[in-house]
């Protein structure tokens, strides 16, 4: 049976078909496909953004020479490393939780209005107004009456700011943990770029030292930034951090060639101009945040800080194993040579940069299921979690036939060594053909935090992670190139395997859909 919001209100008797239910359905523009669109696709386009922008910077420091650019490149990967380990639990975390309270406030104060009509005894406030205006002086009111002078006038009440603890709650942990990695990158730059590789008599490690500390300084920005972005996300709003965005991407885009080379400030001024993008992006933020939240009304009992920093603590976890896994594989590439690791690094670029399509619908599905949860509308829930998880498969199989015309050709743009382009075509089959599983495992990931099953999404990773690195380190040493490949293969394919298990067996927040 349909809804009238245009998607199945019965649950299948069996779990599993919740995947294969409605399927025709998939490119659907009702109410729930227009709902996936509009917040998937500013999403989408918001993290491709930062990319782009990273790679005009990059062209910009490569100018400089070829020390700077190594220099500014491995300060680039300890600084988004440090910050991915706050980034990504502060986010998951804020988007569930405010999604939650968005939707908790405004049932209640649906009942509260309602309250009050009954209390001033009007039932259906539009057919009692409709009965005091005859039908045929409807189109003949007097001016006066139009422009609300009358005494019968209503005036519109200015709108209401949102009281949403938990946006309270996110802006104070992204604050702090703004200001402690940016004590900490300062701090111990020398000894975490020694450890990253710059030894003290390296030519890169005076301008890695420099590039580092001054972008630290920006660190509080950043997360402050990306806590605003999953309040708003929370409000299934992505189009106002893909305005923010942009202008910070662009302004930074601007100043880079005027600080390095107008300038002549070198590595300086291009993490300069990367820090006054990062505070104009926090900045509007927080504007436009103030403009809809009470962010200053808060109180230790509505912070709900501990709820926070269990479940952070419980996706820093799962960010750990991800990280362990990805930089494990890196490493075993490294030994393998020159040759493998360069092959392996535009493969593996290639193979993440297209996850970020595919987290546009996580970030839909966390934002709908967040809600849909919240009010125990168990059916918009089901059908959520379908059309997400549909729309990720499809949008797998396109890049899969996408990427293996387009890398097989293109690989060139990348390199012209004829060995690394030789392990490259051999990668390829495996960065094309696993589109469709990244996909899903990327969708799980936001039905997953969505649901607010974040010991299940924790503790699954990091089991998945143990298989993986044995099955990795295992294929390495008996395969080589291709083995790690495989390796990788296992990985995302347990990781979607863990998904589909949790929804497929209706337990957890799922049980609802064995009933």
Known sequence: MMSEDGYNTDFPRNPLKIFFSDFRSVFKLDELGLEIVRIALPAALALTADPIASLVDTAFIGQIGPVELAAVGVSIALFNQVSRIAIFPLVSITTSFVAEEDACSSQQDTVQDHKECIEAGINNPTEETQELIPEKNKD???????????????????????????????????????????????????????????????????????????????????????????????????????????????????????FIFVFRLGVTGAATAHVISQYLMCGILLWKLMGQVDIFNMSTKHLQLCRFMKNGFLLLMRVIAVTFCVTLSASLAAREGSTSMAAFQVCLQVWLATSLLADGFAVAGQAILASAFAKKDYKRAAATASRVLQ????????????????????????????????????????????QPINALAFVFDGVNFGASDFGYAAASL?????????????????????????????????????????????????SFLRS
């Not at 992670?465 to 190139?481: E, M, N, P």
């Not at 293969?489 to 337990?507: D, Q």
Request: aromatic residues 10%; charged residues 10%.
């Open 391 to 434: 729309l990720g498969l499809v949008l797998g199989f396109v890049l899969a036939v996408i990427l293996g015309a387009g890398l097989h050709f293109g690989a060139r743009v990348f390199t012209k060594d004829d060995k690394v382009l030789h392990l490259i075509s051999i990668g390829l089959p495996f960065v094309a053909g696993t």
């Open 462 to 510: 990091v089991m998945v992670a143990i298989v993986s690195i044995l099955c990795l380190l295992f294929l390495s040493s008996t395969h080589g190139f291709i083995g790690l490949w495989f390796g990788l293969t296992i990985y995302m394919s347990l990781r979607a395997a863990v998904g589909f298990w949790r929804i497929g067996t209706g337990t957890g927040p799922w």
């Open 140 to 258: 003949s009111l007097s001016d006066e009456f139009k422009t609300g002078s009358s005494i019968f006038s209503i005036s519109k009440p200015p709108a209401k700011k949102r009281n949403i603890p938990s946006a309270s709650s996110a802006l104070i942990i992204g604050g702090f943990l703004g200001l402690f990695q940016a004590v900490f990158l300062i701090s111990a730059a020398k000894p975490l770029l020694s450890f990253m590789g710059v030894k003290h008599d390296s030519p890169m490690l005076r301008p890695a030292q420099r590039y580092l500390s001054l972008r630290s300084l920006g660190a509080p920005a950043v997360l402050l930034s990306l806590a605003a972005q999953g309040v708003f996300r929370g409000f299934k709003d992505t189009t106002t951090p893909l305005f923010a965005t942009v202008i910070g991407d662009v302004t930074n885009i601007i100043l880079d060639p005027i």
